[in-house]
């Protein structure tokens, strides 16, 4: 049995889900102790627990310690894979941070299965609906991995209600990936949203006309003349009122993305601003992942082995390789570049 300890690194609940995806990955137990044991309140929250949980329901896996509050559990991986399985995160806890967890085990699955999760799409300390549906399911597609995420309701802080819907498919071969750089930009989308009650403030207008402008002026003083621009709009019917933005650009090479979400007292012009600000960040470093999905591609680097050019490592990226590491893999880490030979047997 592999044994992770959940302080290690950032000590967040990523430690928990890349543990336990690579667990039922590679088809062998683990135990993860000390459970966000830096965190305020320490041990298995909601969303955490949802997703454990799931991916147990998914497989036919087994688990034990899994109740809030928990700081050790054990899982042993299982046989089998459900056709449809749905998932209640409960209020606002991250939808997204489940289908984080069962992602890694789905894209080795050779039967086509149906992931309904409820909760929270676009929250906190989450990578939002949008990104997941428009940047890191097209940058995994580079592997062989093919999900569909379709968004059926959003949900916003404290009460949630929102429900997505992924469906992975069994592909041919799985492969390695070399991500240089990200090519050519050739558009850049984005959807803004916000509920039915802030309508008459016109704030999903005014958000996404600040992003448009913002991005516009980056692509034109980075000689990105041509480069299509378009953001949707959307108001939703949801438990909670809420706001967010998620901007993406779509390169040659790969997908790069950004967000923000609105909050009380923020005007929703600074939401869009500081969205397409943190694109044009990204844009700008000619890398093909930005931050966040240097983070979220450490687990399938390490399974399926290539190598990707990096502008720097964040803590969480740190910290999912040493994750992976406890698994067998092997990830070099220069400069500029991370490598890493295939764990998952071909």
């Known amino acids: 049995m592999i044994e992770v300890d959940g302080a290690l690194g950032e000590g967040g609940g990523a430690v928990l889900r890349v543990s336990v995806g690579l667990a039922q990955a590679l088809g062998v137990p683990v135990k993860v102790f000390n459970i966000r044991s830096n965190r305020p309140n320490p041990g298995l929250r909601p969303q955490h627990l949802s997703g454990l949980k799931a991916c147990a329901k998914l497989t036919g896996g087994k688990v034990s310690g899994a109740c809030e509050g928990s700081s050790e559990i054990e899982y042993s991986p299982g046989g089998k894979l459900e056709k449809r399985i749905t998932v209640s995160v409960g209020t606002a806890g991250s939808a997204t ?34 990104y997941l549906k428009n940047v890191a399911i097209p940058v995994l597609a580079k592997f062989g991995l093919s999900a569909r995420l379709s968004i059926e309701r959003r949900g916003y802080y404290p009460k949630g209600g929102g429900r997505l819907k992924l469906t992975s498919e069994p592909t041919g071969k799985l492969r390695p990936v070399e991500l240089g750089f990200r090519g050519k ?25 600040a992003a448009r402008k913002t991005l516009s002026n980056a692509l034109i003083k980075e000689g990105l003349h041509d480069v299509y621009l378009g953001i949707e709009s959307e108001y939703c019917d949801t438990p909670s009122p809420g706001a967010g933005i998620t901007l993406w650009a779509e390169c040659e090479n790969s997908v790069l993305g950004a967000d923000c979400l609105g909050d009380k007292g923020v005007r929703a012009e600074d939401v869009g601003v500081k969205a397409a600000q943190a694109l044009v960040r990204e844009i700008s470093h000619k890398r093909p992942l930005d931050t966040y999905m240097t983070d979220q591609i450490i687990p399938y680097l390490a399974l399926l082995g290539g190598k990707i050019k990096v502008r720097n ?13 406890k698994f067998g893999a092997k990830i070099k880490v220069g400069e500029d570049e991370i490598a890493a030979d295939p764990l998952f047997p071909s």
């Open 185 to 209: 930009v050739l558009r850049v989308c984005g959807v803004s949203h916000t509920h039915n009650s802030l309508s008459k403030a016109r704030v999903f207008e005014r958000c996404a006309k």
């Open 97 to 130: 941070l489940v289908l984080q967890t069962l992602m890694i085990p789905l894209a080795f699955c050779r039967k086509k299965s149906v992931v309904e999760v409820s909760g929270g799409t676009d929250v906190k300390w989450s990578p939002p609906a949008d």
């Open 313 to 325: 490592l964040s803590k969480h990226a740190e910290t999912n390789i040493q994750v992976a590491e």
